[in-house]
């Protein structure tokens, strides 16, 4: 049986790091914004190549958060406009919508799956003031054109790093490269915790320093609250856990991409797409996302053969009952046809070359 990822397995390879980290804290009797979040904090930053994290309780909050701050900064308002891909997962929109603007959803492109910087200037109004590029399954968008883009027309970048950590676009790191940029450590991403945990990484001293605050009810000072805060930190113990996986990142990622290339190279099944590639070594494949018109066939196929897969997203946010009414865009045929058609075969770090080799032959097995 393979697994489509094993959290056991993952986490065992850290101990007994993990069990000494959570000793630690549990003996120090210091259990939310201490020493293991701000030394965290520090080394995360480093690692993404900022001055600023702050770390959060979770990927959602870390992308509110950046939206309140620059709401209370005065640089956002109420009924503004984001640009956002309309394939992502739902909490990219939800963080929009939650704070009072308006996510406006744009196309994708087929082959990156990442959002189409040629379809940013048809949903530009004279309300647009940000972008929201998601990295998805661990690929940065084109930031070339969309830093262009929102230079040219005055608009914030704001990266949903969540599936992201460690990927690198022309020398500099995901998390680096616009305004503010959100992560998720929640426990399946590249970087986990064993719970629930965000960050926010920023060049800007200000809205890092807004976004410390509103994570904390709004308040520098004890029972003194300049915002209506919220309460999302990062506490000590996932920051220690955090703090263990941290340096073996790079490597696991490097890892991620050999059977990737074992993937591309040999999948060949020609009722398969698989993902297009262009810069190998910066792809940090947070997920392997096949498409097939079979995609129900192929997963039960798998099933036999005991490899685990997952569809993610099998519906985009426009196609959730939550926004049945609530989002602005046309039409958005290839979003709903990749919704329709991916599929996600096993992609991490522990996976043994005889799985990765099991995975292939499954795959290629596969026929009408
Ligand atoms: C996981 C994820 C989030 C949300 O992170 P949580 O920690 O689960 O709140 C946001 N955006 C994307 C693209 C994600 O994959």
Redesign the pocket.
């Known amino acids: 049986m393979i697994k489509f990822l094993d959290l056991q397995q993952i986490n065992a390879f850290f101990e007994p790091a993990l069990s000494l980290a959570a000793k630690k804290i549990i003996d120090s009797g210091w259990y939310i914004r201490g020493r293991a979040s701000a030394e965290f904090e520090s080394a995360f930053a480093l690692f993404c190549g900022v001055p600023h994290c702050i770390g959060v309780g979770?990927?959602?909050?870390a992308?509110t958060l950046i939206f309140k701050a620059y709401l209370e900064l005065g640089i956002l308002k109420a009924g503004d406009e984001v640009l956002v891909p309309a394939n992502?997962?739902i909490?990219?929109i939800l963080a929009v919508s939650e704070t009072g603007l308006i996510p406006v959803l744009v196309e994708p492109d087929e082959e990156s799956f990442n959002l189409n910087p040629l379809l940013l200037e048809q949903a530009l109004t004279s309300k647009t003031r940000a972008i929201l590029p998601?990295h998805?399954y661990g690929r940065v968008a084109n930031m070339d054109a969309i830093l262009l883009f929102a230079k040219a027309y005055d608009l914030l970048v704001i990266e949903?790093a969540?599936?992201a950590h460690g990927a690198i676009y022309e020398g500099d790191r995901a998390g680096s490269l616009g305004d503010a940029a959100a992560f998720?450590?929640?426990p399946t991403?590249n970087l986990g915790a064993l719970g629930?945990g965000?960050a926010v990484t920023t060049k800007d001293a200000s809205l890092a320093e807004a976004i410390r605050t509103l994570s904390n009810y709004g308040s520098q000072i004890k029972y003194v609250n300049i915002y209506k805060g919220v309460n999302s930190r990062l506490d000590e113990l996932q920051a220690a856990f955090l703090s263990v996986k941290l340096p073996y990142l790079d490597k696991q990622n490097a890892r991620r991409r050999e059977i990737a290339m074992r993937y591309l190279k040999e999948i060949v099944n020609p009722l398969v797409r698989l993902p297009q590639l262009s810069n190998p070594e910066e792809h940090v494949w947070h997920a392997f996302v096949l498409r097939t018109e079979q995609r129900e066939a192929l997963q039960k196929h798998l099933q036999c053969l005991g490899i685990e897969t997952l569809i993610y997203y099998p519906k985009a946010p426009h196609q959730q009952e939550a926004y049945k009414n609530g989002l602005v865009y046309e039409t958005l045929p290839i979003t709903e046809g990749i919704a329709a058609t991916v599929l996600s075969i096993p992609l991490n770090s522990m996976l043994t070359e005889a799985e990765v080799t099991e995975v292939i032959e499954g795959v290629n097995r596969f026929a009408n």
């Open positions: 979770n990927g959602l909050d992308l992502t997962y909490a990219s998601v998805l949903d969540a599936q998720s450590f929640y991403k629930d965000g």
